[in-house]
């Protein structure tokens, strides 16, 4: 299994739709997972039962899909904040989509549909990337740097530098 980590903006499900196909894999999002389970989208359950019941739904997300699928796993840009999915992500191939935060803002736009990101969205991000950045690189086994280039010459690097490895 192959995990894909980083902030919004990151390209983490393009990037890993891209490097499914090249594998032969399929491409689970957490994200998706938990938004299926809950029956309705993550800024809803964010504005109607707050960021920690949110987080409880994606460590629960993030354990199963650990568990039961073997191609490649987007995770939500939060996911590795919490201590114990850093603990199960122990052992995988986990890799780093690293963005500045320039490139971010103009992947993510306005976003509008990002509970995290109300307000000054440029500053927004900025915090994020200052306060997760540490966390992404303690959990990596890979950084692949993306400003500047499409998700297509991305997913190459992650896939000849995993294969390169194995």
Excluded: C, Q, W
């Amino acid at each position: 299994m192959i995990v894909l980590i980083g902030p919004m903006g990151s390209g983490k499900t393009t990037v890993g739709g891209l490097v499914a196909e090249r594998l032969g894999a399929a491409l689970r999002d957490t994200d998706h997972d938990v938004e299926a389970t809950a029956g309705r989208e993550i800024a809803e359950i964010f504005v109607d039962e707050g960021e920690a019941a949110f987080r409880a739904m994606e460590r629960a997300a993030v354990a199963e899909a650990l568990a039961t699928h073997d191609g490649v796993l987007a995770l939500g840009g939060g996911a590795v904040l919490d201590p114990g999915t850093r603990d199960l992500l122990a052992g995988h191939d986990v890799v780093f989509l690293r963005v500045g935060l320039s490139d971010a803002v103009k992947r993510v736009g306005l976003g509008t549909s990002r509970p995290l990101l109300l307000g000054n969205v440029r500053g927004r991000i900025k915090a994020l990337l200052d306060e997760r950045t540490p966390v992404y690189e303690s959990v990596a086994t890979l950084v692949v740097e993306t400003d500047g280039r499409e998700a297509a010459e991305v997913a190459d690097e992650v896939v000849s530098a995993l294969a390169a490895r194995a």
